[in-house]
């Protein structure tokens, strides 16, 4: 009774729910108690992924670094994955596109929450072309407005106590004769021509990068 109260169904015992396959697609207008139990779910099936997996790798290799997968930063993490991960990795690996300025509070926060230091994977600044209509990440307007950007988010990550590194996205330009429905805008062109004001400035960067002072 509870269940059909909670979910909108009408199953006669949870037997009903697998034989007769009664789908959930009609929850009540106050589904508080059914996100509860999701959210529950979601917790124990977290945990039960990581501890096989972390298992299984150090049950060979007891030193090993565990990454965990690439969370999409982007759309969030809940905070029972979050807190499952925890339990289990060493390094929170988090996929994150956009600027700092709207990254900071997100890293913060899951960096105080699961008391891990944090590993960014996979961003880019993008600059699409004729070549290149529908390219992945952020758009700037220039080569010069994506050395800008990358300048700006390095630094501020590795001044960032936390932060572990930070992955670029994308070696060579995509060009949609290859990669038509997205493309990644590259640190060189398909010919292998470098797009110098951005690896110029990389390099300025990582030359000065052990300068960087943690903030």
């Known amino acids: 009774e509870t269940f059909n109260t909670t979910y909108g169904t009408n199953a006669e015992n949870f037997d009903a729910l697998l034989n007769d396959r ?9 589904h508080t108690r059914a996100m509860e139990d999701d959210r529950a779910f979601v917790a124990l099936l977290a945990d039960h992924y990581y501890t096989c997996c972390t298992n299984a ?17 982007n759309r969030g993490i809940p905070d029972e994955v979050l807190d499952a991960a925890a339990r289990h990795i060493d390094v929170l690996c988090v996929q994150l596109y956009g600027m700092w300025r709207d990254h900071a509070p997100m890293i913060d926060r899951w960096h105080k929450r699961s008391g891990k230091p944090i590993l960014l ?5 993008a600059l699409a072309t004729d070549e290149m209509p529908r390219p992945c990440g952020v758009r700037v307007k220039s080569q010069a407005a994506r050395a800008g950007a990358f ?3 390095a630094r501020a990550a590795l001044a ?18 290859i990669e038509p429905r997205r493309q990644h805008t590259g ?19 990582f030359r000065e990068m052990v300068h960087i002072t943690p903030s």
Request: hydrophobic share 30%.
């Open 121 to 125: 994977a996979d961003s880019c600044y």
């Open 160 to 177: 960032c106590p936390h932060i572990v590194g930070w992955f670029w996205c994308g070696y060579m330009d995509q060009y949609q004769s």
């Open 57 to 73: 790798i150090r049950n060979h290799d007891d030193q090993h670094l565990i990454l965990g997968e690439t969370f999409e930063g």
């Open 22 to 30: 009664i789908l959930v697609d009609n929850l009540p207008a106050d």
């Open 187 to 205: 640190l060189q062109d398909p010919w292998g021509k470098p797009h110098r004001a951005l690896t110029d400035r990389m390099q300025k960067v």
């Open 151 to 153: 300048e700006q988010y």
